[in-house]
């Protein structure tokens, strides 16, 4: 009787686990939902690379996004594709970035526009830069990068 109950049983999740030719993540809400949410998360680190640069000698101290600022700032230009349209201001326009390199990180304030960089890069004020690595003279560095506030 054991046997015949056991058996019914497996019989049974057979037919409720696999009659179905729904995917997994359609067929159970919960598991969509998890999917959905780390890929948004996933969509939201931004890898590239920084430059350094000096906004008052380099592209003039009022940034595309109109603040003023100097190499003392804590502010970072958007490569051209995030910024959008140059000739206007971009939602990234005061937005707050935390970039990360070699496990440090540091803050900054989208204010500027960096034309000549490639999607995904900043451009750094020595103030960000110097937080991240030491050596002003390296030119590049390899970064990751997300919005941390709306």
């Known amino acids: 009787m054991k046997f015949y109950s056991f058996f019914v049983c497996i ?3 057979f037919f409720v686990d696999f009659s179905s030719s ?4 359609k067929k159970r809400g919960l598991a969509a ?7 948004e998360v ?6 590239g690379v920084a430059t350094i640069f000096d906004p008052v000698t380099e592209g003039g101290s009022q ?3 109109g603040q003023y ?7 970072a230009a958007l ?6 349209d140059m000739t206007k201001k971009s939602p990234y326009c005061g937005k707050r970035i935390e970039i990360t390199y070699k496990g440090k990180k540091a803050h900054a304030i989208i204010t500027d526009a960096c034309p000549g960089c490639k999607k995904g890069c900043l451009d750094l004020t020595v103030a960000v830069w110097s937080q991240l ?5 390296k030119g590049v560095i390899p970064v990751s990068w997300r919005v941390i506030d709306d």
């Open 133 to 137: 690595e030491k050596d002003t003279n």
């Open 33 to 39: 939902k998890v999917i959905k949410v780390v890929k």
């Open 63 to 65: 940034g595309a996004c």
């Open 11 to 13: 019989l049974l999740l």
């Open 22 to 25: 729904k995917p997994i993540a």
């Open 69 to 75: 600022s100097d190499k003392h700032s804590m502010i």
């Open 42 to 47: 996933k969509d939201a680190l931004i890898v």
């Open 79 to 84: 490569n051209a594709h995030d910024y959008g």
